[in-house]
C-alpha cells in the first residue's frame, strides 16, 4: 500500500508537468520528433527518480537519523554539535543545487567554483548549527528572523541591483535533493529528542539558507562585480547533458555517503536485517537523487525554446504562461512534495500536505509574474525587496507560530531543482529577447519570498480557525 501511496504522489507530480509542457511545445512550435522524445523519456526518467525517492527516505533517513540523534545525546554537547556540523556539511557538499549555484555565481564573479561550493556549505552547515542551538536556548524563532534578516538589509545601502539579485538569489542554493530531506529529518529528530516545542521543528533550512544569502551579500559587498548575465543553455548533446548530469551528482554523493555509513556503523548497533534495510534505502535514495537531477537538466533547453515562441505571442502570453509555469513547477519539484511530506508526518495530519504544496504553487506564480513584469517595464529589486522583506517579518507577527519556521522553510524548498531548470531559463530567454529589458537576476530571491508570504496568510488563516474553536463558536 505504501508502494502505491508513492507511485501515486510521484504520477501526480510529473505528468501535470509532462502534459503541460507538451502543449506548449506544440503552442510555440518549431520542435521536432526527437524533441518530444527528450521531454517523455526525460519524464518518465523524472517519474522513477521520484518513486525511488519517496519511497527510500524513511528508512534511509527519517528512521535512521532519528536513532542517530538519540545515540548523539549520549555525549557532550561540545561533540554532538561537531558530529551534526560534519555531517551536516558533506550533505551540503552532496547537493547538486550547491554545485549549479557555486558554477553560475562564479562565472558572474570571476571566482572558483570550489571555493564557492566550499564557502557556501561551511555557511549553511553554521547556520543549521546555529539554529538548532536557537531551540536548544529558547530563542523564538520570530526573533532569529528578525535579527538576520535586519543584517540583511544593511547590504542594501552597499549593493546595486545587479549584485542585490545575485545576492537574493544565492538563498535558494542550499535547498534541494538532498539538504531538504535531510535537513527536515535531524531537525524533526532533535527537536522531539530535546522534548522542545513543536513550533522549533521548522525554519532550519531558512536559517542555512540566510547563511549563504549573508556571505554572498558580504563577499559582494566586498568585491562587487558586474558582467554579463548568466545564460542557461549548453551545446552538449541529449545524451552528454544527461551523462555530465548524473555523473556530477553520482560523485557528489559519495563523501555523504561515507559519512552517513560511518555513523551508522559505529554510534548504532542494530540487527543486520535493519543494516541493510538502510544500505538499499540509501542505494535507492540516491539514485532517485541521480535519476532526478540528471533527467531535469533536459529541461533547459527545452523551455528555453519553449519561451521564444511564447514571446512571439505578445507580452499577455508570456505572462500568462509564465504564471502556469510557475503553478506546475511547484508540484514537479521533489524537495516541496518531501517538505509537505513531513509537515503532514510532525503534525500528525493537522496541516495538510495539499495546502502546503498550494501555498509554494501560488508562491512560484506570483513570482514569475512579477519577474516577467519587471523584464518588460523594469522597477528597482532593492525596493522590491525592501517591500517583501518588510511586509514579511510585519506578518510573522500575526501568523500562526507554528507556520514561521514552515513558513519560511517553504520559501526555502520552493527554489529547488526544478525552479533552476524551468522558471530560470524562462525568464533569461524572455529577458534575451527584450534587448533594454532588466536582468533575470532576482528570480530566486523572489522564489524565496513569494511562498514564505502566502504560508504566512495560511498560518493567519489558521490562527483565527483555531481561536474561533477554542471559544467555541
Sequence with gaps: MEALKYLKDSVLSVVPFFIVLLVLMLISGGFVFMDYAVLTISSLIMLVGMFLLFSSIKASLEDALSLLVSALLKHSVFVILALIFVFTLFSFLAEPNVVVFAKQFSSFASSSVLFFVVVVSLSASVFLVLSILRCVVKIPAKTAFLILYLLFFVSFIFLDDMNLGAVTDSAGAATGLITVPFITSISSAIVRNLNSSENDSYGHLAFSSLGVLLFVALYLMLF????????????????????????????????FAVVYFVLQFTLLSSSRYVYRTRIFGFVFMSLGIVLIFSSSSLFVSLVSRIADGVFKMGFVATLIIGTILGLITAFAEPSCSVFAINIENVTSGRINRVLI??????????????????????????????FMYAL?????????????????????????????????????????????SSTGFGIIGGIVSFPILITEILGIIYRIKINKSQKGE
Design 357 to 386: 504544496r498550494i501555498a509554494i504553487a501560488l508562491g512560484l506564480s506570483l513570482t514569475m509574474a512579477v519577474f516577467i513584469i519587471r523584464l518588460y517595464y523594469p522597477f528597482s529589486l532593492k525596493v522590491f525587496f525592501l
Design 224 to 255: 562587487p562585480s558586474s558582467p554579463g548575465v548568466v545564460t542557461s543553455s549548453s551545446n552538449d548533446s541529449v545524451f552528454l547533458s544527461l551523462l555530465k548530469s548524473a555523473l556530477s551528482s553520482f560523485l557528489s554523493l559519495i563523501p
Design 392 to 436: 514579511i517579518l510585519t506578518l510573522m507577527f500575526f501568523t500562526h507560530p507554528m507556520f514561521i519556521g514552515i513558513a519560511f522553510d517553504a520559501g526555502a524548498v520552493g527554489a529547488g531543482v526544478m525552479s533552476g531548470v524551468v522558471l530560470l531559463p524562462y525568464i533569461l530567454q524572455i529577458g534575451e529577447n527584450l534587448p533594454n
